[in-house]
């Protein structure tokens, strides 16, 4: 017989027959004590029999004293009660069987009822109804842990579509500039060289679409290191590194930054700020300001960065932060959408808030709050 189906009954009707036959042999002790000491009571208060008189010479023998009549008295005031506490033994299995198996219904429906949900019908709950018990409550917490199963497994389906969608795109552009020279008689090699040129680029968009799912995977599952760093000088050398993105787009950065240790991966928290930084710059209009903050306040740290540009309706704002997702969905810059998804993606992994919302005007200010503590 393998373990399973009746392991935990067996173990409720042994309890329950168990304190039922413990519940009994006490109650058998006690009645048989309180019958001594009342025994013992009567006797000292009746009056005491007269020994009896030695045998007279010529008399038949005197009638035999019967000396046993307390051991069947004791013997009788036992032997009732066991007969009872055995057969109360074999009731309480019975009855104990019964209640576990009543007892634990409602976890075998619920198990059945688990055992049938699976990626099709993840949307399926078990909703128990009745008064708000244990059971209840963990089948509550099993209808939100299939929904938020439900919720991960459809934001996977569509990044795993939106991703081929991504990647198919570069491979159909390919096909074709490998194609145009062959049914070209009049291809030259400045047209090879030209078709190269732009595969090459292709090639290395492709290159960064793939890195950036790679980080991105890797921050959504890995663990991030955790050393203390100071937030302000990894912000210094972001702005540094993209001074003449901000001069050739005609933008000026506006800094604001004290120094501000914090816990995590120096690169995973380098490649947040990189990524906003890149955000700003980009989605920006001629002549703006990229405006970036570092604040150490108490038990964390804050790292805000907000840009001019074009106005994002407040009801967008969210779905900036999800995958393969831009304000312009149709522009062929080399950008894939993946970049503030990424930053939500370290921002949880670091235990941080994240928080944005439209600038009045046009642009996104975006906050990131980090504990400066170890979590």
Request: include cysteine; hydrophobic fraction near 45%.
């Amino acid at each position: 017989m393998r373990n399973g189906p009746n392991r935990l009954r067996w173990r409720l009707t042994l309890v329950i027959c168990l304190v039922a036959v413990v519940s009994g042999a006490v109650l058998l002790v006690i009645m048989y004590s309180i019958a001594q000491g009342l025994d013992g009571d009567v006797r000292g208060f009746l009056p005491q029999k007269a020994p009896a008189p030695p045998p007279v010479p010529g008399q038949g023998p005197l009638a035999r004293p019967d000396i046993l009549g307390p051991v069947h008295e004791q013997s009788s005031l036992l032997t009732v009660p066991a007969v009872a506490l055995a057969i109360m033994t074999a009731l309480s299995l019975a009855f104990g069987w019964l209640i576990a198996g009543r007892l634990l219904r409602p976890v075998r429906t619920m198990a059945e009822r688990l055992q049938h949900i699976s990626e099709r019908n993840v949307h399926e709950r078990l909703a128990v109804t009745g008064p708000r018990d244990e059971l209840k409550d963990l089948a509550d917490t099993v209808d939100g842990l299939l929904g938020r199963l439900e919720t991960s497994l459809d934001a996977h389906k569509r990044f795993v579509a939106n991703a081929a969608h991504e990647l198919r795109t570069p491979l159909t552009v390919e096909h074709a500039l490998l194609e145009e020279p062959l049914i070209d008689p009049d291809a030259d090699v400045e047209a090879f060289r030209a078709n190269f040129q732009r595969l090459m680029k292709i090639s290395a968009g492709r290159a960064r679409l793939l890195e950036s799912l790679l980080t991105l995977s890797s921050s959504e599952h890995d663990q991030p290191r955790d050393e203390p760093f100071d937030l302000a000088a990894i912000v210094t050398e972001a702005l540094a590194e993209r001074s003449g993105d901000l001069d050739r787009a005609g933008l000026r950065a506006v800094p604001s930054l004290e120094p501000a240790r914090i816990y995590g991966d120096p690169l995973l928290v380098a490649r947040l700020v990189v990524n906003l930084c890149d955000n700003a710059i980009h989605y920006n209009a001629p002549g703006g300001r990229v405006e970036v903050a570092v604040r150490a306040l108490v038990g964390r740290v804050s790292f805000a960065i907000a840009n001019t540009g074009p106005v994002v309706p407040p009801d967008q704002v969210d779905r900036l932060f999800e995958p393969f997702q831009r304000m312009q969905r149709t522009a062929d810059d080399g950008h894939h959408g993946l970049g503030l998804s990424i930053v939500r993606a370290i921002a949880t992994a670091h235990a941080a808030t994240l928080k944005a919302h439209p600038r009045p005007g046009g642009g996104l200010v975006v906050e990131v709050t980090f504990p400066s503590f170890r979590t």
